[in-house]
């Protein structure tokens, strides 16, 4: 891999998304319970799991679109803030991904990348839409730039995600099952666009059940279930070799369908 090598250790990178004994209730049901978890910078962490086991709500968790219990999450040695200003600054350093696209409709796809810079950071008009031009390249859809959302394809619709996402200059991407919405063939495309990130040197975490993408482009997998960390692994060794019987239970159903 280009400029990161896969082989570096979580110990031995500056620490940039920290979660220590997170817990999250949805009334009787324990979703995220005690969950310790850091991804250092450049680490590209796969999180997978059964439905129901609390992968998107630790995602959503990680920018505060889900309040936690008690615990304590820090972004780049930084507490995540409760509310106001110090949370949408942090919100801009954290792109969000989702399985819809969330793209504004009344907008043309080039203004849906350009309204974050301009708007958050503040990025002048000339200076965000060259920007935005050069990332709707990175993710193949420039010829896109003038038409609306309604006007293109899921996966396309995705990559405009990604692209706007990316215009903010993010220090972690968080990814929740950001291929689940589309038709098979368009989860490729998606996913070239991630593996090409996550070669390039992005920290990202990844809510997936595409395990062809966790194989190739994670550093780390997390397997979760009943709202806990049952496994840390890097793929070669989850996917030949998992240690627990629910990894096994849910390998052996995903893997052979």
């Known amino acids: 891999m280009s400029s990161r090598d896969r082989d570096v250790p979580t110990s031995e990178r500056k620490p940039l998304v920290v979660l220590e004994h997170v817990n999250k209730h949805f009334g009787d049901l324990h ?4 969950i310790n ?19 998107s709500t ?31 600054q942090l919100r801009a350093d954290v792109g969000m991904v989702f399985q819809s696209f969330n793209l504004f409709a009344h907008k043309t796809i080039l203004e849906n990348v ?31 730039a003038e038409k ?25 991407m968080l990814f929740d099952e950001p291929t689940s919405a589309l038709d098979p063939e368009m989860i490729n495309e998606v996913l070239d666009v991630m593996t090409d990130l996550a070669e390039g040197g992005m920290t990202m975490i990844v ?6 993408f966790a194989r190739k482009a994670a550093n780390r997998v997390v397997f979760m279930a009943d709202g806990l960390i049952m496994e840390e692994a890097t793929p070669e060794e989850f996917f030949t070799n998992p240690q627990s019987e629910r990894a096994k239970d849910f390998l052996s159903k995903i893997l052979t369908h």
């Open 31 to 34: 979703v995220l319970n005690d």
């Open 114 to 144: 350009t309204l974050g810079p301009i708007k958050a950071r503040k990025v002048p008009k000339a200076q965000a839409r060259e920007r935005a031009m050069a990332l709707l390249e990175r993710v193949g859809i420039q010829e896109q």
């Open 58 to 88: 630790l995602c959503r968790a990680i920018n505060r679109l889900e309040t936690i219990d008690d615990g304590f999450i820090s972004i780049d040695g930084v507490p995540l803030p409760a509310e106001g200003k110090a949370l949408a």
């Open 37 to 55: 978890l850091t991804v250092g910078v450049g680490e590209v962490v796969v999180v997978i799991g059964p439905s129901g086991s609390g992968k």
């Open 207 to 212: 809510v997936t059940h595409e395990m062809g």
């Open 148 to 172: 609306f959302p309604a006007q293109l394809s899921g996966g396309q619709q995705q990559r405009v995600a990604i692209a706007r996402s990316l215009a903010m200059d993010p220090k972690v």
